[in-house]
């Protein structure tokens, strides 16, 4: 259970940095004298979208593969940045 929780918390932590909603995070607080009330906000949207992941990732596993799913998305993501890259040129 450990590594699982350990493995999911370094992923999310690494994808989460320097991203937009980070950003928009520290616009936030920058613009607010309300630290606590911008963290708490950016948190529990953290922990929402995160719940939704994991209850689409459990009932997707119903019908495909995880392995499939990997693959899947391994392959959206490489589409996304090729589609970025495409863009700044």
Not at 41 to 53: D, P, R
Request: net charge positive; glycine share 10%; hydrophobic share 60%.
């Amino acid at each position: 259970m450990w590594k699982t929780v350990l493995t999911t918390f370094s992923l999310v932590f690494l994808a989460e940095l320097g991203d937009k909603t980070q950003l928009a995070t520290l616009l936030l607080a920058a613009e607010s004298r309300a630290l606590w009330s911008v963290f708490l906000g950016a948190a529990g949207a953290l922990v929402l979208s995160s719940l939704i992941g994991v209850l689409a990732g459990e009932a997707l596993t119903r019908f495909i593969p995880p392995h499939y799913l990997q693959r899947g998305a391994g392959l959206a993501f490489i589409l996304l940045g090729v589609l970025l890259l495409m863009r700044k040129g």
